[in-house]
Each structure stands twice: as C-alpha cells, then as structure tokens.
C-alpha cells in the first residue's frame, strides 16, 4: 500500500487512544473486552458492526458507549415495522416562504448511527440505510447529501428466529465489517452488574477524544504496511470459502478488502505498523462468517459458517516471513 513507514510515536499515540477508548467503553460493557476492540477495529478501518444477539445483553449499551466516548453527532433509531424509509434518509419538503424545496435530513446524518433493532424493520426500510453505508451519502429526489465524516452504522438485531423479525438482505448483511455476538456475561460479571446496574450507563461517560482524532487515525490505518504474502493470504482464504463443498456462496472480493482494511486497523490498535499472518487468522470469523451462505444441504446437517472457516484456514498455508510457507 505505502511504502514508508508510519512514525513509532504515530503508531504509539494511536494504540494509547484506542486503548482509552476500550477502558471506557469496558467501563460500561463489563467483561467483554475482546467484542469491544473488535467494534473499534471496524470503527479505525471506516467499517459498519453488526451486532446480533438475544435481547438485555447490551448490544444497545455498547453502541451508545462508543458514541458517548467520541465527542460527534449520534443518533439512534428504533426500527420498526411501521418506520418508512423517509423516516431514516430524510425528507424534502416545500417551503411556503422561500416559494422552494428544503431538504430535512434524517437521523442518518450524525458520525455515529445506532440502527437498533434493525431485523424489525420491513425489508424496504432496511435498504434505506444500503446507499449511505456504502457510499456515505444519501439520494434523495435525485440529489446526493454527503453524511458527516467519520461515519459508522452500529445495528443491533435479534436472531432471526425470533418473532417479528426479517432477515437482513445479503447485499446489506455484506455492508458491514464484522458481525459480533455479545454474548452473556460470566456470572462474576453479572453480579457486578446488578451492584453497580444504576451508575453503569453510557449517557455519564466523558469523551476521550473527538471525531477528527477519528478522522486521522482513520488515515492513519489505511497507512499499515500489508506484506505481498499476506494479499496472497487473505484471497486464499477467501477462495476456500467459495471452493468449499458445503458453501452456495463464498466471501466476495468486498469481503477480502474488509479483511485487510480491519487487520490494518487490527495491527495498529495493538501498536504495530505492519500486519501478521495472526491479525488476519484473529479477524477472519468476524469479518467472513456472515458472508458464507451454506447450501440447503448443509443447513439440514447443521453446519456452521464457523466450521467452513475453520476448515478454510487449516487447508491455507499460512506465510512466514522469509517468504516460505507453513500449513
């Protein structure tokens, strides 16, 4: 990508903010250390999260915590049946004064979006929120309206077995970075929780820092030197989902340059300029498991994403540094 290297007292300032920004969020999120590193990889590497898991586990805690700890414009929306696409996008309207039409932006337009309970949403209001993921702007009566840099979607959605629920489109599930799981806390943790549950909330968290610090560490992920072996890997990898007897699709080249994007970010959250083979094993379930579609066959057998990636990175050689390769 770049062949110079970062500075150490750039790469160092970055890891210092990163790690204040996981001790904060931590304070709120108890014992979930690993999830909230994963959710500001995605931030650092300009990505969307996805979190997915049963209701009262703090999917929605988490993302209000990461906005808390960024001075920037959050918004959340509350996804319902009835929500129009209007209602996230925004809406011109006719102005009688001014004899013309205003646009009224909707609550997409902040740095930090919080969708949650997006499965609840019918599937044309969930495609509402497809173009400014993507594109980071919005369309709207055939004019484009940029949304505030940075910009991160952090939805939360209940498992689609759940009653009144619609599942996610795979073009929308393959916008997002990672797919995570909070899971439930260790009992320890859950006893903590009840003692303290009412001066735990995000809304009392100051800032560590601010959207154009973002901003330039955002510059500064995309800066990680990725050696040519480790291109090699990622798309390797890939390929093996796609080559897999039980997968009807494998991970698309999008999902290959998420992989990077966020060991980039990976690395220098763990104050490296460069990225190992390991960053990229660490990342792979987070950032390819949600784009793996098994076939039907599989689904009956009870496969896993998980297992089809798993097998991907035992039959993957995996690169050394003198350019050798190792199973």
């Known amino acids: 990508m770049h062949t110079e290297p970062l500075p150490p007292q750039h790469i160092q300032t970055f890891a210092q903010i990163a790690a204040q920004l996981a001790d904060r969020v931590g304070a709120v999120v108890l014992g979930k250390a690993d999830v909230v590193r994963l959710a500001l990889t995605a931030l650092f590497a300009q990505g969307h999260v996805l979190l997915e898991d049963v ?7 988490l993302a209000r915590a990461m906005a808390a700890s960024i001075s920037g414009q959050w918004r959340r929306i509350q996804f319902t049946p ?3 696409p209007s209602d996230v996008s925004g809406v011109t309207i006719f102005n009688q004064a001014s004899r013309g039409f205003e646009f009224h932006p909707g609550p997409v337009f902040a740095n ?3 969708a949650d309970e997006i499965n609840r949403a019918s599937p044309k209001t969930q495609s509402a929120l497809l173009e400014v993921m993507e594109e980071r702007r919005v369309t709207v009566d055939g004019v484009a309206h940029p949304v ?3 910009f991160l979607v952090v939805a939360t959605q209940n498992p689609v077995e759940m009653d009144g629920t619609y599942r996610l489109p795979e073009a929308q599930l393959d916008r997002f970075l990672v797919k995570l799981s909070v899971g439930y806390p260790d009992e320890d943790v859950e006893i903590e929780v009840l003692r303290g549950s009412a001066t735990r909330s995000p809304d009392a968290l100051d800032p560590v820092t601010d959207t154009a610090t973002v ?3 955002v510059r500064l992920a995309q800066r990680v030197h990725v050696a040519d072996p480790l291109y090699a890997y990622a798309v390797r990898l890939a390929a093996a989902t796609r080559n897999h007897p039980q997968v009807r699709v494998g991970v698309s080249p999008r999902g290959v340059i998420a992989l990077v994007r966020a060991a980039c970010a990976y690395a220098l959250i763990n104050a490296r300029g460069y990225v190992l083979p ?3 094993k660490r990342l792979l379930h ?3 498991a949600h784009r793996v579609l098994l076939s039907p066959d599989a689904q009956l057998r009870g496969v896993t994403p998980a297992e089809v990636l798993d097998d991907a990175v035992r039959s993957v050689p995996v690169p050394l540094p003198d350019q050798q390769t190792t199973a």
């Open 55 to 61: 209701p009262g586990v703090g999917k929605t805690t």
């Open 82 to 84: 009835d929500l129009l």
């Open 112 to 114: 930090l979006v919080i």
């Open 148 to 150: 505030p840099q940075p």
């Open 215 to 217: 901003g330039e560490m």
């Open 278 to 280: 390991e960053d990229v």
């Open 286 to 288: 987070p950032v390819f």
